[in-house]
Nanobody, 114 residues
Framework: QVQLVESGGGLVQPEGSLRLSCAAS????????MNWYRQAQGKERELVAT???????YYPDSVQGRFTISRDNAKNTVDLQMNSLKPEDTAVYLC????????WGQGTRVTVSS
């Protein structure tokens, strides 16, 4: 069955960096857009990065220039490199794709605090 497993979250100081990874299985990974979302406490889930099967990317203004999404279609992984982190980046980060319905991982928590 479809599985998305995120890893790499943790506690980081402001202006620090983290790299998140999502391992995917159970579907033809190379055929789908892959997304990273985040959900901060008390806020709606927010899209932070998308990558197409060919590697085309999209970022909202809130993370543009700081976050980089990448994928390895041979390993079925999608990563999110996060630089210059801010306290407002604190959230649970979730891997996602859509195939008739939305599939989500369990999330990995990122806390940006001094």
């Amino acid at each position: 069955q479809v599985q998305l497993v995120e890893s790499g979250g943790g506690l980081v100081q402001p202006e620090g960096s983290l790299r998140l990874s999502c391992a995917a299985s159970g579907f033809t990974f190379s055929s789908y857009n892959m997304n990273w979302y985040r959900q901060a406490q008390g806020k709606e889930r927010e899209l932070v990065a998308t990558i197409s099967p060919s590697g085309r990317t999209y970022y909202p203004d809130s993370v543009q220039g700081r976050f980089t999404i990448s994928r390895d279609n041979a390993k079925n992984t999608v990563d999110l490199q996060m630089n210059s982190l801010k306290p407002e980046d604190t959230a649970v980060y979730l891997c996602n794709f859509r195939m008739f319905m939305a599939y989500w991982g369990q999330g990995t928590r990122v806390t940006v605090s001094s």
